[in-house]
């Protein structure tokens, strides 16, 4: 059992919570608790490394879990898991992922476009929206934060394991929307977003909250599309504006 913070295994976690670059150096990321390690029985992906506690290792619930993970428990003192741990509370349980990005499909009909969204509870958010909506991916344009990032990964719910998400510059991503509708997200300026013909190939771009769109974003979209809002709201939070154009994509595609 590891009971040093030192040891070299705690450390080289540690780093993937913390370290973009590392993350993606290693080509991992970490996810945490026992609802993860159901999402990754679920869809068949066996961890790189798993770490728990003794208490979780030895609940019979768990031992069925491991099994079906096909992986054997790296067993760790309390005080690890906490050092290993991006959560205040630490799991009982985390385990060291591949990155494997699904493909965007070769004809997708619904994608979000994401600029500059910096904030990783957002990130998470969408993708786990998108993943719901059934968006065919979320792209993820410069300056946007790490999909991998623990924050947004626990936010994501298993979503950024189902989901096809890619990280592009400008240039790629107009290959990759070339024949659809790009819509740009904007407040009070554009389409009223329930009168949008969502049944065509179409892309939702949303822009940073703090700075809204660059000038990139803006050359790619082919269509403004708005939400309306009473009294003096300016605007909508990124993920909750992503969420309802993408809900009224979905309403329009079921009809």
Request: glycine residues 8%; aromatic residues 4%.
């Amino acid at each position: 059992m590891i009971t040093s913070r030192t040891n070299p295994q705690v450390k080289y976690v540690r780093r993937l919570q913390t370290d973009r670059r590392f993350r993606h150096d290693e080509s991992g990321f970490v996810v945490e608790g026992t609802r993860w390690m159901g999402e990754l029985a679920r869809d068949g992906v066996t961890p790189r490394a798993l770490y728990a506690i003794p208490a979780w290792a030895e609940a019979e619930e768990n031992s069925e879990l491991l099994a079906t993970l096909g992986v054997d428990a790296v067993l760790v003192d309390e005080a690890v898991m906490k050092a290993m741990s991006a959560t205040e509370t630490a799991p009982g349980v985390l385990a060291v992922l591949p990155v494997t990005p699904r493909p965007l499909p070769a004809e997708p009909t619904l994608l979000v476009i994401l600029d500059g969204v910096n904030n990783p509870g957002n990130l998470g958010t969408i993708l786990r929206t998108a993943a719901a909506a059934g968006a065919d991916g979320v792209i993820l344009g410069p300056e946007s934060v790490d999909p991998y990032n623990p924050k947004v990964v626990r936010g994501s719910m298993g979503a950024v394991l189902r989901l096809p998400v890619l990280a592009a510059n400008w240039e790629v991503i107009h290959r990759l929307v070339t024949g659809m509708a790009v819509w740009l997200a904007a407040a009070g300026d554009g389409t009223i977003y329930s009168e949008v013909d969502w049944r065509q190939p179409s892309a939702i771009l949303i822009g940073s909250e703090a700075r809204g769109a660059g000038a990139q974003a803006e050359r790619l979209a082919t269509g403004r599309v708005s939400i309306p809002m009473h009294d003096e709201t300016e605007s909508l939070n990124a993920a909750m504006a992503t969420g309802i154009l993408l809900y009224e994509a979905a309403r329009q595609r079921t009809k």
